[in-house]
């Protein structure tokens, strides 16, 4: 089987759920990040360790996104931006490595965590 060269490999819903999922994990990151910085101005602790292990095992998960991987992009999309919106306005109830520790992320990312 011929594919057309000139006919994109996902369509534009897909390339922007995707962008949108990549943006999830960056935010992710971002708070992570912010997490350390702000654990800096104690004694280094196990949490740190732990912080920054959750925050490479979400930089390990964006590098194996794919765009046509639409189940892993949905996923991330529904469960880290809900997440992310109620961390950001303050009413989650979980913390930051709560979170990590509960996601569905696939079995290859949670093993060594």
Same mark, same amino acid.
């Given at each position: 089987?011929?594919?057309?060269?000139?006919?994109?490999?996902?369509?534009?819903?897909?390339?922007?759920?995707?962008?949108?999922?990549?943006?999830?994990?960056?935010?992710?990151?971002?708070?992570?990040?912010?997490?350390?910085?702000?654990?800096?101005?104690?004694?280094?602790? @196990? =949490?740190? $360790? %732990?912080?920054?292990?959750?925050? #490479?095992? /979400?930089?390990?998960?964006?590098? !194996?996104?794919?765009?046509?991987?639409? @189940? =892993?992009? $949905? %996923?991330?999309?529904?469960?880290? #931006?809900? /997440?992310?919106?109620?961390?950001? !306005?303050?009413?989650?109830?979980?913390?930051?490595?709560?979170?990590?520790?509960?996601?569905?992320?696939?079995? /290859?990312?949670?093993?060594?965590?």
């Amino acid at each position: 089987m011929q594919t057309n060269p000139d006919l994109p490999l996902w369509s534009q819903e897909e390339a922007i759920a995707y962008e949108s999922a990549c943006e999830c994990i960056n935010h992710l990151i971002a708070l992570y990040s912010e997490e350390i910085n702000n654990q800096k101005a104690q004694v280094a602790t @196990e =949490q740190d $360790a %732990r912080l920054k292990a959750a925050r #490479g095992g /979400f930089a390990t998960e964006l590098r !194996a996104l794919h765009v046509s991987d639409r @189940e =892993q992009v $949905a %996923r991330i999309r529904g469960e880290y #931006g809900a /997440f992310i919106r109620q961390h950001v !306005a303050g009413v989650s109830n979980l913390s930051l490595l709560d979170f990590f520790s509960s996601r569905q992320a696939p079995d /290859f990312l949670k093993s060594g965590m």
